[in-house]
């Protein structure tokens, strides 16, 4: 075969990515409170968008009740989107992981917590009072955290040379209010003797909360016992033996502090009311509420409507008037820009109109899979994966994905995140498969309801095969671990304790 150059003609096939692309796959990632600040930075980038009112939501984000099938949500077909529609439907290749309210005639949008049923007002009701409104002062005030608390304390008890060392303390506390630092290391490095250290050291113990700056659990508990005068010798022996306590080896204690079974039983009760994590009453920061992103409702036929959360996304419009304004006696390159400017617009608006359906989609489906979820609880919730929701809204799995992940819908039973309703399957009786969190329900009341027969872990799978779950031993330990329930001897020992 001879060697020389010569021209050949190839045809092939690839998907590009075009910014609108990785622009619709990053909007179906993101929250609802991240859409927002997203949109804000496209409104100080883009002159001709602006944010209309908010009070009429667009079309994608209203009702959808989810008796509807599929074909209830339609989506237009754009010869300028088919490139979204495409990107949904089909994903972006094998790389990718998986990732009504109408009430009485009135049009409702959840702007704030007047807005919910009445029976989520009596839910709010039970946890807080109908008359204890939020505390707003203490949101906007902050509390003063753990440091700041003992170092206004160390500054009226100590002075000079103390002091220092009072700070160095504080300074070598954990979260949780425990000294990590040692304190043979903070002597040396202000060149100071050990027992002017432990000096200072148990003098900050007694600071508020008591039991802060301790080197271990049993320390921490003894400075709490000291302040409230019941460190005799007997509390001490028995405090310095903690591993005895929590086997509930009342025997052995009582021979230890050679006290009877009573005098044992009312130092537990003491020990129960001590902190064993003092500084964590200052620590960590406020957690960040979690704003809803979809909110179902049951109407008045019963059915079962979605809806989104319009209350933290502006309606965005191209302002047609400054455009006007802008382009009159406009030089080429000013005219170039705006027309880009425009584009830029337009494309956003039918990535936010698709995003909007695709979610309204998605969650239709999974209330209508997990309907008994949402009438009875997590023992009807049923196994679920991607694929299955997928292929309902024919779309790729990656999209179901993308707009499961980091997004929470609000109903009757409370707040959770899309991907909760997606769970693995455990065998049944009757030839179907039930939710490992509804296997989890049933094993956690079992357990709450076993009454003074403690249940073993064989006696748990004899149980659940009764009722229907073909379960094996090893799994019913394995969920009973991750519901953070002890095996039947530590629950037994932890009843002894309670007992006492």
Sequence with gaps: MGLGPRLELRQSQQLVMTPQLQLAIKLLTLTNVELEGWIAEELERNPLLAAGDAAEPPEPGGPSGVDAPPEALPVQDDPSSAGLESLLRDGIGGGDSPLEADYTGERFHHDCASDQPADWGERAAQAGGEDDGPDFERFAGGEAGLTEVLEAQASAAFEGLDLTIARFIIDGLDEAGYLVEPLDEIADRLDVSPARAEAVLAQVQMFDPVGVAARSLSE????????????????????????????????????LCRLDREDIVDMIRELKRYDPKPGLRYAGEAATPVVPDVFVIRSQDGSWQISLNQATLPRLIIDRDYHAELAAGADKATHGFLNECVASANWLLKALDQRARTIIRVATEIVRLQQGFFEHGVSQLKPLTLRQVADLIEMHESTVSRVTSNKYLLCERGQYELKYFFTSGVASGDGETASALAVKDRIARLIAAEGDDVLSDDKLVELLIAEGFDIARRTVAKYRESLGLGSSVQRRRARALRAA
């Design 220 to 255: 921490c508990l003894i400075a709490q016992a000291r302040a409230a005068d019941r460190c005799d010798p007997a509390m001490e022996k028995l405090l310095n033996n903690l591993d005895m306590v929590a086997r509930g080896d009342l025997n052995g204690l009582m021979r």
